[in-house]
């Protein structure tokens, strides 16, 4: 069977019904926030209806607040921790009750404009409303002084759990209770591929300080002892301020479109000040110590996929990523190659991610680098076609590793896959 076909079999089969979890081995039983607005991206190259009920669905479990959180849980969750019963958040109680990065606009965008189904972009139209509470939540609770960059409260909510941008910031808040034995991930997937015992002694610890103060949004961010201003969340956020803002003025609503256009100019500025010339490098800040996060992660590219002028700006950019692909066989490495933290089998600290892939290619075409989009493109095929649709892969050897059968692998090979036909 070819490989289009694998992919679509896989998004078919991890199809819950209105939601699609990440993969069928049990890793992740629920519906992850970003995970289906990427997967989204692929339902749409077959089943375009299908795309749509994916991010209705997940609108459909935004909070009164405007949060959208980064787990819905739906059905049976006994094969995850922390589950409903260690989160207890939200009006249902079947949600965590944090965020993940906001791609949802973005991915609204591309479904809004390559549909011709009038009935499809009036229930994307319809969809709106829902994303600008989600942006505006952002910016009062994570932002609250107004500096235009919004700060995540746990690691989980940049999506790159245990990168190592997070770990002086982690190292400072206090383990807690040994959680080893409640874990069900190591069961799922080898240890030294997932995030270290004490990692996850602070992520649980994080998440029981929040649930002990009701996840008041207004609350948190000043209580919270993990506390960061990441680039990659934000470049992610400006991303889809533009798309958003392009949604809202093309459906009419102009106190939107402009109501975001603000948001959008704070947060340009600000990535702006995140350029650390001496390294050439783009870093995020430790807001609750002020210190720049001085770490080479993948994080610090992704201005590339919030600003099409960046790399005119800056070409050191463009060229410290070109020598981060001249030491691995894939691209796009998670972390700089040759560091002491560089781990090319463990999570956010190395592996190659296709979602990575898939921001960095439209990053660097908007920036009129395609030759080296079309190099990353190349490079994310051959790694599905020599390994399958792993959740991450080793950018030294190729290895696949995490889940496997994974849905956002399928979704975006579907989408590299069409490029070239
Ligand atoms: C996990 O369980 O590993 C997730 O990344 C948390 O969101």
New binding site residues.
Partial sequence: MDLARQAIEILRANDRGGYTVPTATG??PAQ?NWDSCLVALGLAQFDEPRALVEIETLLGGQWPDGMVP??LFHGDDST?FPNTSVWQAGPTRRS?GIT?PLVAATVVRRLFERTSDLAIRSRLTALLPKLLAWHRWCYSARDPYGTGMVSIIHP?ES?M?NSPLWDDALNTVEPGPSVAHLRK?TGFAAADE??SAPEYDRYINLVIRFRDRGYRADRLYDVSPFRVADIGFNAILQRANQDLRFLLAATGDVAGASEVATMEQKTEAAIARCWHEEDGFFYGVDTRTSMMIRKPGIAGLLPLFADAAVAARHPRLVQRLESWLARVAYSVPSFEPGRTEFEPQR?WRGPVWLIMNWMLIDGLRRNGRAELAARIRQDSVALVERTGFAEYFNPLTGEPLGGSAFSWTAALYLLFAAESA
Avoid: F, V
């Fill in positions: 890793l992740y992850w980064h787990i995850y965590s993940q989980w999506g759990d991930d997932r995030p999570y």
